[in-house]
């Protein structure tokens, strides 16, 4: 149940990001829900390995290069699916910002098993928060 909510999430973000800037094209709800797929399996799998390749550069730019990897597996997937597609370099850097951005605010609220989850604080009588 969660990879599903995480799935469509990411079809949410690239929805949004398709909205935003113009260089990213969406032709409908399947060709964002099948491009988060394939982002996901190109996240998972290719990812890491340029990660690793690129640590240098990562290191040297505190971390900031991952938004241009980032935007190579966009561009990746674009190629793959058809009814979506990324025009340009900076159009692939700003909707992996935009994608990043708001999947990560949209699953901080999902748990493991997929449901809404928040954390209820209580003020104690010393004046504490537990």
């Given at each position: ?70 935007a190579v597996i966009l561009k990746m997937a674009s190629g793959v699916i058809s009814g979506f597609e990324v025009h340009g ?42």
């Open positions: 149940m969660g990879l599903l909510v995480r799935w469509l999430i990411l079809t949410a973000a690239i929805t949004v990001a398709a909205y935003l800037i113009q260089g990213i094209e969406v032709s409908g709800f399947f060709s964002a829900f099948f491009a988060a797929a394939i982002l996901g399996v190109l996240n998972v799998f290719f990812k890491p390995i340029l990660l690793i390749l690129t640590l240098p550069i990562n290191v040297l730019t505190l971390g900031l290069f991952t938004f241009i990897i980032n370099f900076w159009s692939a850097v700003w909707g992996a910002l935009i994608i990043s951005a708001v999947n990560w605010v949209l699953t901080s609220f999902i748990n493991e098993q997929g449901r809404v989850e928040y954390v209820d604080l209580k003020k104690r009588d010393n004046g504490r928060w537990e």
